[in-house]
């Protein structure tokens, strides 16, 4: 089975600096990894996505992410943070079978709040 | 630009009343979900359906909860009687199922209070 793992439930940051918003995942076959983000009252929204093409994947609002399989990761990056970036970030891996075939069906993170302050 | 749609957006009732929320799915999706996000539990999923069979409801109490899918184009989920423990927003999502990679598309949710 696959799971996520969110490290840090809130991150606060200064506006200009750097994100970095952390997320672990455990699966036996390579997985599909995801970010989505929640700005208040509103639904998830897909910020970016991993599906084996490239290691390093470009979003919108100029995060990006990295799969790293060493370390099982896929943190979230953005170089200079913006107040309109603060949302709860949610990480998300697809369900998947032997054959790497998805289900269809995710497993979220529990979430992380992002707080950028002035 | 192709969004899921829900109705309605937001819902107050009395405890023991019938709930029913209504999700549109992206045309050609052939996955739709349901979940729930409360400050205490988070996003919890409740039930999802491909082509429009349920797979899995376990998510779901059974007693007073049900989802169903009249048509591709309508998922509906529905509380009976309602309990001031539902309050929570309860969103819908649509996939492609097994053509994708598992990326959901989430509708703006329904804001469900129960008094």
């Known amino acids: 089975a696959q799971s996520v793992t969110q490290l840090g439930s809130h991150v606060s940051v200064s506006e200009g600096a750097l994100v970095l918003l952390r997320c672990n995942y455990s699966?036996?076959?390579?997985?599909?990894l995801f970010w989505y983000v929640q700005y208040p009252n509103q639904g998830l929204q897909l910020l970016l996505k991993y599906t084996s093409a490239a290691t390093l994947v470009k979003g919108i609002n100029g995060f990006e992410a990295e799969f790293k399989k060493s370390e099982t990761s896929f943190h979230l990056t953005k170089p200079s943070a913006h107040m309109s970036d603060a949302a709860e970030y949610f990480c998300a891996v697809s369900v998947v079978n032997a054959g790497g075939t998805s289900y269809g069906k995710l497993t979220f993170g529990q979430g992380t709040i992002l707080t950028v302050h002035p | 630009d192709a969004r899921v749609t829900q109705t309605p957006r937001d819902k107050v009732t009395e405890m023991g009343q019938e709930v029913t929320m209504r999700c549109q799915p992206i045309?050609?999706?052939?996955?739709v979900f349901w979940y729930r996000q409360t400050m205490m539990q988070g996003l919890e999923l409740l039930a999802y359906f491909r082509n429009r069979a349920p797979l899995d409801d376990s998510g779901m109490p059974k007693d007073r909860f049900s989802a169903e899918m009249p048509d591709a184009t309508l998922a509906t989920l529905k509380i009976q009687p309602s309990e001031p423990r539902d309050s929570a927003v309860y969103f819908c999502a649509s996939g492609r199922g097994l053509a994708g990679y598992g990326e959901q598309f989430f509708g703006p949710g329904t804001r469900l209070t129960v008094l």
């Open positions: 699966s036996s076959v390579p997985p599909y």
């Open positions: 045309l050609g999706h052939n996955t």
